[in-house]
């Protein structure tokens, strides 16, 4: 008979190289290789997919998901501002629900027992692989190799080297742990863990310095149509290439960095960079138009739920109810964010310098304006806050008759 088939998300990189021969002889299963593309900017997708079956991978997938990752997960952390601690829009937490669907779906199309991840323990995407797992495929078995076996760097090139593993080699290993994708990039260890030091400029590789960005501002108008991007300077884009676009430009001003201390759901507070120019380019505009288009109850309340809705997608409940709930409350709430938005960018800051639309605007000049054509009825005014003002007017008196201060 032959052994139980494990399906591993491949990155082509060290751990999940060598992780390969570690589950077959740990685990005496055969390994299914899948690397999944959400615009991370690999190297040549085929390499990969070689470099699983030459490190002893049976079967090796690879899957160009790079538009399923935009339309998908990008579009509603994008209607939703998602920004975790207010801060980071969830560049990782978003692409691991779409790297466990591909691993659920290429374990059903060969007959796999079980899926595994190169995730360490100390980390949230142990989290989010394994509970989207245990939803889209609760029968099948998670197996976090990296998290077991407890190697260091050097150890898991020994292993790799005693038995003849092909380690990926790089021209430069870089001392941080990256991950990235399509919404920015991510860097953690090596001197980032002292949040004293600040980060060298070789962490960064999406966005230029401050110091060397532009002496010239530079002009992009984004048109939304229902909260979602849809033109760039008035050419209409598919949203993953109009994302990759803005990135490229906004990151050549330094716009999108980073630096923030955060806490992570296994408990631990940790240092991390993030480069992700197009997420804060497109969250501003984004933002900025729904401040245009949406009833102040609305805008108030949808507030109000975007760091609940950050936080669940941060602690890995993608696939849970809430995160359904408040996407329809999201879809509905965008019904209306129409129009276009013009953004500077310049010397590491996108700033929103207009806004307009012509369909779906609540903002009005007749009423705001204080020139000639004026249609505001400010003898309503006096009436409206003689009534406003009633609560507090008799709380007032009665704390004052009982000798109290306000
Ligand atoms: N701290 C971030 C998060 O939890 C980034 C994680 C990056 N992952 C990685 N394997 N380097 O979303």
Redesign the pocket.
């Known amino acids: 008979m032959s052994k139980p088939r494990i399906v591993l998300a491949y990155s082509g990189g060290l751990d999940t190289s060598v992780a390969i021969e570690w589950l077959k002889e740990h685990k005496d299963v055969e390994v299914v290789a899948c690397a999944v593309d959400v615009g991370q900017g690999v190297d040549d997708l085929d390499e990969i997919r070689q470099r699983a079956l030459d490190c002893g991978a049976v079967e090796s997938v690879v899957v160009d998901a790079r538009e399923e990752f935009a339309q998908e997960f990008i579009a509603p952390a994008l209607r939703s501002n998602a920004m975790?601690m207010g801060k980071?829009p969830?560049?990782?937490?978003l692409s691991r629900p779409l790297i466990v669907k591909h691993l659920v779906r290429v374990a059903r199309e060969t007959g796999a027992a079980g899926v595994a991840h190169g995730?360490t323990g100390k980390?949230?995407?142990q989290v989010r692989f394994e509970v989207g797992t245990m939803c889209l495929a609760p029968d099948l078995e998670n197996l976090a190799p990296i998290r077991e076996w407890g190697l260091t760097r050097d150890a898991a090139i020994d292993y790799a080297n005693e038995r003849g593993i092909p380690i990926p080699v790089k021209s430069k290993d870089s001392p941080y742990?990256?991950?990235e994708n399509a919404w920015g990039r991510?860097a953690?260890c090596g001197i980032l863990e002292d949040p004293w030091a600040q980060p060298p400029e070789d962490v960064f590789e999406r966005t230029v310095s401050i110091a060397d960005a532009p002496d010239e501002p530079e002009e992009v108008v984004i048109g939304f149509r229902a909260g979602l991007p849809v033109t760039l300077d008035g050419r209409e884009v598919p949203l993953a290439e109009l994302v990759d676009e803005l990135d490229r430009r906004a990151g050549a001003h330094g716009v999108g960095r980073i630096d923030m201390i955060?806490d992570?759901l296994v408990g631990i507070k940790?240092r991390?960079i993030y480069e992700c120019p197009g997420a804060i380019t497109l969250i501003t505009a984004h933002r900025d138009l729904e401040d245009l288009c949406l009833e102040q109850e609305l805008a108030e309340h949808k507030r109000g739920e975007e760091g609940r809705y950050a936080q669940l997608i941060?602690n890995g409940l993608w696939w849970g109810p809430l995160k359904k709930a408040l996407d329809a409350f999201m879809d509905e709430a965008n019904r209306y964010v129409n129009g276009e938005v013009r953004v500077q960018l310049f010397k590491g800051h996108a700033t929103v310098v207009g806004r307009r639309s012509e369909d779906s605007a609540l903002y009005s000049y007749e009423m705001a304006t204080y020139d000639e054509g004026d249609q505001f009825d400010q003898t309503l005014a006096e009436g409206f806050v003689k009534l406003w003002g009633l609560p507090l007017k008799t709380w007032a008196a009665r704390t004052k008759a009982h000798g109290d201060e306000l």
Do not use: F, K, P, Q
């Not at 969830?90 to 937490?93: G, P």
């Open positions: 975790y980071y969830l560049v990782s937490a995730c980390g949230n995407d742990s990256i991950d991510t953690e955060e992570r940790s991390e941060y």
